[in-house]
């Protein structure tokens, strides 16, 4: 088993074509060291919610990705009230974001827009999260992840699944201890 190199913060994430930060992977999964973190308090606001047609098996990506953004028709918007958290970079910090505005929804507490600034101050990405109730779970989670790059003009998307054979599942055990040590980590990764 090797060792994987130190991934955190702004390190890009390759399989999203520099569209995502690591510490953006779920919108937000990252340390909090680098930024002042202040409540905003709350507000009402249209968010993403409900989303389940966007996730129906067997729907065709091609009919979700449009040329700029998904295609509205398979999204679903509610008036929600949201906690919003501003994190503004510390000085002396370095990080890709000057700022990160997240709206975070007061009934789920799944952060389902995020705001990010550039060093300028000027608003660079916006991150969606399309979150569904998995009542097997139960719990709400997102569907999908859609990071829009507004400066670039170019989006990516996590989460999609609609045309895979095995989609998101969360009736199935949990594996036990064993199959989370090195040497099954070695069986299931030789090629």
């Known amino acids: 088993?090797?060792?994987?190199?130190?991934?955190?913060?702004?390190?890009?994430?390759?399989?999203?074509?520099?569209?995502?930060?690591?510490?953006?992977?779920?919108?937000?999964?990252g340390a909090l060291d680098r930024y002042n973190w202040n409540y905003e308090g709350k507000?009402?606001?249209?968010?993403?919610?409900?989303?389940?047609?966007?996730?129906?098996?067997?729907?065709?990506?091609?009919?979700?990705?449009?040329?700029?953004?998904?295609?509205?028709?398979?999204?679903?918007?509610?008036l929600h009230r949201v906690h919003v958290v501003e994190a503004t970079l510390k000085d002396g910090e370095r990080h890709i974001y000057g700022k990160r505005r997240f709206y975070i929804d007061e009934d789920s507490w799944n952060t389902v827009l995020l705001d990010q600034y550039d060093g300028r101050g000027e608003l660079w990405r916006v991150t969606m999260g399309l979150p569904k109730n998995y009542y097997e779970l139960p719990g709400v989670w997102t569907v999908l992840d859609v990071y829009?790059?507004?400066?670039?003009?170019?989006?990516?998307?996590?989460?999609?699944?609609?045309?895979?054979?095995?989609?998101r599942v969360f009736t199935n055990e949990v594996p036990n201890k064993r199959y989370f040590s090195p040497a099954s980590l070695r069986r299931r990764s030789v090629r």
Do not use: C, M
Request: charge should be negative.
């Open 148 to 167: 829009h790059d507004l400066q670039a003009r170019r989006y990516h998307v996590l989460g999609l699944d609609t045309e895979e054979a095995n989609t």
């Open 1 to 29: 088993v090797r060792r994987a190199p130190n991934l955190g913060y702004d390190s890009p994430i390759a399989a999203a074509d520099n569209l995502r930060t690591a510490d953006d992977t779920d919108i937000f999964n």
């Open 43 to 78: 507000r009402e606001i249209y968010i993403p919610y409900n989303n389940y047609r966007i996730g129906e098996k067997g729907l065709p990506y091609e009919e979700i990705l449009g040329i700029s953004h998904l295609n509205p028709d398979l999204t679903r918007w509610e």
